[in-house]
């Protein structure tokens, strides 16, 4: 059984997610104003900062594939 995606939908789908959750907890911090939404904003940035890092890493596993072949 196959995987149904790429390694570049993969990348994408990291990206996408990385951008949402690094603008999330961005506006939910406390310099935008008050929210009173029960999300535990450390946790969000880790996973965020996380998602991002792995983008990353994806990136640079295709340009070391680019450049290898």
Same mark, same amino acid.
């Given at each position: 059984?196959?995987?149904?995606?790429?390694?570049?939908?993969?990348?994408?789908?990291?990206?996408?997610?990385? !951008? +949402?959750? %690094?603008? /999330?907890?961005? $506006?939910?911090?406390?310099?935008?104003?008050?929210?009173?939404?029960? &999300?535990?904003?450390?946790?969000?940035? !880790? +996973?965020? %900062?996380? /998602?991002?890092? $792995?983008?990353?890493?994806?990136?640079?596993?295709?340009?070391?594939? &680019?450049?290898?072949?």
């Amino acid at each position: 059984m196959q995987f149904p995606l790429s390694f570049e939908d993969a990348s994408l789908w990291l990206a996408i997610t990385a !951008i +949402v959750l %690094l603008t /999330t907890s961005e $506006l939910l911090s406390p310099y935008y104003g008050k929210t009173h939404i029960l &999300i535990e904003k450390r946790r969000l940035r !880790i +996973v965020a %900062l996380a /998602t991002g890092l $792995l983008f990353i890493l994806t990136a640079i596993i295709r340009v070391y594939q &680019i450049i290898s072949s």
